[in-house]
């Protein structure tokens, strides 16, 4: 103090005693609450508010608005309920400007707790909107946090990632395109499509029951060779006993995927995209006869 004091002096400044601080723990020198202070004035939300509270033309909603805000020390304050003491606390309003500086502060004050330990921690002095969906984001980029917690709750589960072998035909998935408007007797059409080579057969069918499903895939098996795996969803076809009777005959492996996940059999999902534009297509070229 010496030495700052002979500073001063030397500099020929003079000190003024009614903006000095006696016998403080704590001295706020140009600190948070002036910062506080400016950053409130600069803001148009806080600056409507202090309108508002200190007599200013405002319509009903407003007035409802403002029974939640008070000003104190010319600071802009929110009052918050507390449940259980049964009263009200007073904290300060945090502007747009500095409410993500603010909170990044201490949330590394308090050592990074969670979003409920950094809302605590927030809620000692400040308040503004929609502050848990501001908290999470903020947490969500925090390098320290990313790096050096783990997530707690329940571990996802593990993939269940189809290999992909470097063999034509090894793996084929099936699925139905329909029912369209009946052509020749047929209203659907069976897709398969080849996991490695993305070599596709289309071949129309009367219906989508097993019997024809397996006439078709005798067909394609003939045509190319018995495959190793297939995969398709949980249709009727597909879960019919006699298309499993099939697969076992022939030795494939068959894969179900599951319900209502159309991603699972993604590589067929995409050509019935493609189909479904060509089919629309001719429809329409094909008026009043078969396509």
């Known amino acids: 103090m010496r030495r700052l004091f002979e500073e001063i002096r030397k500099s020929k400044l003079t000190l003024k005693l009614n903006k000095c601080h006696f016998l403080c723990s704590e001295v706020n ?19 409507s ?3 508002a509270l200190l007599g200013g033309d405002v319509d009903e909603p407003m007035k409802q608005k403002m029974a939640k805000f008070v000003l ?20 300060m309003y945090l502007p747009k400007s500095i409410r993500r500086q603010t909170t990044q502060e201490i949330h590394e004050s308090y050592a990074h707790p969670a979003v409920d330990g950094t809302i605590d921690a ?24 990313l790096m050096f917690k783990e997530p707690g709750g329940r ?24 029912p369209l408007p009946r052509s020749n007797g047929f209203r659907h059409v069976l897709v398969a499509t080849c996991n490695y080579s993305k ?23 003939a045509k190319m060779w018995i495959p190793t795996r297939i995969i398709t969803d949980r249709g009727t076809a597909f879960k019919n006993s006699l298309f499993t009777e099939l697969c076992e005959k022939l030795e494939i492996k068959h894969i179900l995927t599951s319900t209502e996940n159309p991603r ?4 067929v999902e995409r050509i019935l995209c493609q189909c479904w ?14 396509f």
């Open 29 to 47: 020198f140009l600190g948070l609450r002036d910062w506080l202070e400016a950053a409130q004035e600069s803001d148009p939300e806080c600056k």
């Open 49 to 51: 508010i202090q309108e």
């Open 72 to 91: 104190k020390n010319r600071h802009v304050c929110f009052l918050l309920k507390e449940k259980e003491k049964n009263g009200t606390r007073t904290l």
């Open 122 to 145: 927030i809620l000692k002095r400040f308040w503004f909107p929609r502050m848990r969906k501001f908290v999470k984001g903020l947490i969500g980029s925090c390098v320290n946090c």
């Open 155 to 178: 571990r996802p589960g593990a993939l269940n990632l189809i290999i992909r072998e470097k063999i034509p035909w090894h793996t084929v998935h099936l699925d139905h395109v329909g």
């Open 199 to 221: 070599i596709t057969f289309l071949r129309a069918v009367r219906s989508t029951s097993a019997i024809e499903t397996c006439k078709k895939l005798r067909e394609l098996c």
């Open 264 to 267: 699972a059999n993604g590589q």
């Open 277 to 290: 534009r060509d089919i629309r297509r001719k429809m329409t070229e094909a008026i009043g006869r078969n």
